[in-house]
């Protein structure tokens, strides 16, 4: 009676496995492709490097000119009193760390400056690929740089960019530019 209701048990879950397959469709695309391909994804190059001309070159200028400044007042013990000088020698150290760190202080500005600008486009082509993956049916939407081998069905690039009514170039440049 254990082997009849064992066999029993193990059929009905073979058959709720094979169920449940046939309800899974995997799809896969490359977020970052779809980014690229909108038109404004290209104006963000150019706002980064205002942002850099216009904001982050003049911050590194002042921040050189105040240690200049304050290092000058700090050298003139004849005129500068103590306890100014000791309230400058507090803030010299600060000033020599973020003018030796400045190249990873831009660094990091520049990708909270790109993170901003980008996460609307982000926000649109998940939207999207949601769309996409509802329509099509897909229950599981991977992205494609996961992916060590996918078939060429799955790839929801051109439904996500049709979505989005941009238009793929017939020779896209490598994944990755």
């Known amino acids: 009676m254990k082997k009849i209701?064992?066999?029993i048990a193990i059929v009905g879950l073979l058959s709720f496995s094979v169920t449940t397959n046939a309800q899974t469709k995997i799809g896969y695309i490359s977020v970052d492709n779809v980014i690229g391909l909108m038109p404004e994804a290209t104006k963000i190059d150019s706002l980064l490097e205002r942002y850099q001309a216009d904001t982050l070159n003049p911050e590194y200028a002042s921040l050189v000119q105040r240690y200049q400044f304050d290092d000058s007042l700090y050298r003139d013990s004849v005129k500068t009193p103590k306890a100014?000088?000791?309230e400058i020698a507090k803030k010299l150290p600060s000033y020599i760390y973020q003018i030796q760190?400045?190249?990873?202080?831009?660094?990091?500005a520049l990708e909270a400056?790109?993170?901003e600008l980008l996460s609307p486009l982000y926000r649109k082509a998940y939207d999207a690929i949601k769309l996409v993956a509802k329509e099509k049916g897909y229950t599981h939407v991977m992205n494609k740089e996961a992916l060590l081998v996918a078939p060429d069905g799955d790839d929801m690039l051109k439904a996500v960019a049709a979505k989005l009514k941009i238009t793929i170039p017939t020779n896209p440049p490598p994944a990755g530019k």
């Open 5 to 7: 209701l064992s066999v």
């Open 84 to 86: 100014v000088r000791d």
């Open 113 to 115: 400056k790109q993170n």
């Open 101 to 108: 760190n400045w190249q990873q202080i831009v660094n990091q």
